[in-house]
């Protein structure tokens, strides 16, 4: 099971299950994970791959030997399977809160005048 949640951090996970190609014992499931930050694009990029994706609901009623995901937000728990979470980018487990995100943007804006 592979839970996608942004475009990049599917490209990371299908980079990481390419180890896989050729291996004709496993299966593999995509799922997005519902709330996803960002997932504009996700299911357009999963197409174009020509990769079969099942819904959250049907990937939350089955049991999995393994799953991955290249983030942790979002419902992860309710998968049922070993969760392995991968790295995608330098932010990547970076806790801000949205005040927190705020403040950063004013602080880098440059005075005008």
């Known amino acids: 099971m592979a839970i996608t949640h942004t ?19 496993l299966q593999l499931f995509l799922t997005t994970a519902p709330g996803a930050t960002a997932p504009d694009g996700v299911d357009e990029f999963l197409a174009d791959l020509q990769v079969k994706a099942i ?16 983030a942790s937000s979002g419902p992860l728990h309710e998968i049922n399977a070993p969760l392995i979470t991968l790295p995608h980018g330098a932010g990547y487990n970076k806790y801000l809160k949205a005040e927190s995100r705020k403040q950063k943007a004013e602080s880098r804006k440059r005075p005008t005048g």
Do not use: Q
Request: charged fraction near 30%; avoid cysteine; hydrophobic fraction near 45%.
């Open 7 to 25: 475009v990049t951090s599917t490209t990371r996970l299908l980079d990481v299950l390419a180890t896989f190609d050729g291996d004709h014992r």
């Open 55 to 70: 819904s959250w609901k049907e990937a939350t009623g089955r049991e999995f030997d393994l799953a991955l995901a290249a």
